[in-house]
């Protein structure tokens, strides 16, 4: 696939940087080359066929308590630099 220089400059003004001459041949040819590949790999893809995958499920845990509420309160607490009651103590920010 032949890329144009006004397509060069156009992907260039889409990712807001300013190039010079010589770099958009290299641009150029550096984008041939992976539309190139692209095309390579789009040719094995519909040779051997896209993969396909079983019937689509959630793969996300059931939203339950794992443990007792409360369990591991006292060892976190312990490993705060401050504390009032049950809560970690923290410095005002605003």
Partial sequence: MAIELKDVEHLAGLARI????????ILQHDLEEILA????????TAEFGAPTVGELHNVMREDTEPHAGGMFTEDILNQAPAREGNRISVKKIL
Avoid: D, G, L, M
């Fill in 18 to 25: 300013a190039i010079s001459n010589e770099e958009k041949k």
């Fill in 37 to 44: 590949y692209v095309s390579q790999v789009t040719k094995v």
